[in-house]
């Protein structure tokens, strides 16, 4: 259960940090406020990775996979993906109430 709200938290501050970046502009007035998807992210830290991704899995299973579920996942806003993460992290890793029985 450690390991749950342990990965909470980490998640948690992946989400704060994709948060600041992408609102950052936007509190200075230098633009809008624009949410990066985690496969905008995904191309800016590893553009070679995310191709060979694409490829690989298109080659292996076919396109529809990637087409119809791995690119919408990744059309999500990072901040949302990992906040979401977060709570499901954080909802796994709870600690539970101890409900005792006394039956006379």
Known sequence: MAVFRFLAAVFLLIATIALVVDATPWVYGAGPLKATSLGGHWQELGATSYEAAKSGLSGLVGSWLWDGAIGPLLAIPTFI????????????GRRRKTVRVFVN
């Open 81 to 92: 993906a990992f906040g979401a993460l977060a709570l499901l992290s954080g909802y796994a």
